[in-house]
C-alpha cells in the first residue's frame, strides 16, 4: 500500500487515493497500515481541482464521522496537488469548507455545534461530570486538570460509557482565561492522542456554552495550539497547521 503521511500538532495521518490502493479499504489494512505509527488513516474517493470526497479511518479500524485534523491534511494535500487556495472537503453528508493561510495554517468551516445540558455519568467508582458536545461527530467535555494518568483513567471508561452507543471522544480541561483553555483528548478509537481539530471545536463550545469562557478561544493542547472561533448561531472556524511528512 502507499501512503503519503501527514501530521496536525503532531496527529499523524496516512493518506491514499482510493484509485491507487486498487480497492476499498478494510478495516484489518487500516489496522495494519497504521500498526501503531499512525493515528488514522484519509482514504481520499475522489478529488478534482478543488474538491475532494474522503472516509476517515480510526487506527482500529473504526471510521469517524468528521476529524478536524484529517480534513486539513486533505485540504492541504488538494491544495498543494491543484495550486487551489480554497478547497472543499466532503465527510459522509458534511462539507468542509476550508481556506489555506500563511504558512502550515488551513482555516475550516466546521459548521454548526450542538452543546448539551451538564450531565452526570456514574463511571461506578465514582460520578463525573460531563458536556456533551456534537461537532458531527460526539464528544465528552469534562473540566478536570487535564493530565496524561487521569485520561488514561477515565476516558476509556467514559469513550465506553452506556450513554454512548456509539462511543464518543473525551477531554479533559481546565480554563486558564476567558480566551484559553488547556486541553487533554482522549479520541474514540484511537486512544490519548496530541491534538484533536474536532475536540477543540468540542471544548471551546462547551466553555463558552457553559460561562467558562467567550470566542475566539485559543485551545493548547501537548501537540501545540489550535483556534476555535464561534459566531452567534454557534457555527466553528477552526484555525491550525497541517504538514506533509514524507
Known amino acids: ?9 503532531g496527529n499523524t495521518y496516512l493518506l491514499a487515493e482510493r484509485a491507487e490502493l486498487g480497492d476499498a479499504l478494510t478495516p484489518e489494512r487500516v489496522r495494519q ?8 488513516v484519509l482514504e481520499v474517493l475522489s478529488a478534482d481541482e478543488n474538491a475532494a470526497e474522503i472516509v476517515i479511518w480510526n487506527p482500529d479500524g473504526s471510521t469517524a464521522e468528521l476529524s478536524g485534523n484529517g480534513t486539513r491534511i486533505a485540504a492541504r494535500w488538494l491544495a498543494e496537488r491543484t495550486g487551489a487556495d480554497e478547497v472543499r472537503i466532503r465527510v459522509g453528508d458534511r462539507e468542509i469548507h476550508a481556506r489555506m493561510l500563511g504558512g502550515a495554517d488551513v482555516e475550516t468551516s466546521l459548521g454548526t455545534v450542538e452543546v448539551g445540558e451538564i450531565e452526570t455519568l456514574d463511571l461506578g467508582s465514582e460520578l463525573v ?3 456533551p458536545v456534537s461537532v458531527g461527530n460526539p464528544h465528552a467535555v469534562i473540566r478536570r486538570e487535564p493530565e496524561s494518568e487521569e485520561l488514561k483513567r477515565v476516558g476509556p471508561l467514559v469513550e465506553n460509557h452506556p450513554r454512548f452507543p456509539e462511543r464518543t471522544n473525551v477531554q479533559l480541561v481546565r480554563v486558564d482565561g476567558l480566551h484559553d483553555l488547556t486541553v487533554a483528548v482522549w479520541e474514540r478509537g484511537a486512544g490519548e492522542t496530541s491534538a484533536s481539530g474536532t475536540s477543540a471545536v468540542a471544548c471551546a463550545a462547551a466553555a463558552v456554552a457553559n460561562g467558562w469562557s467567550e470566542s475566539p478561544i485559543t485551545v493548547h493542547m501537548p501537540g501545540g495550539d ?4 464561534l459566531d452567534a448561531e454557534n457555527r466553528a472556524t477552526l484555525v491550525g497547521p497541517a504538514e506533509r511528512l514524507d
Open 226 to 229: 489550535l483556534r476555535v472561533t
Open 1 to 9: 500500500m502507499s501512503f503519503s503521511r501527514w501530521h496536525a500538532l
Open 33 to 40: 497500515a497504521c500498526d501503531g505509527s499512525a493515528d488514522g
Open 129 to 131: 461530570e460531563i458536556t
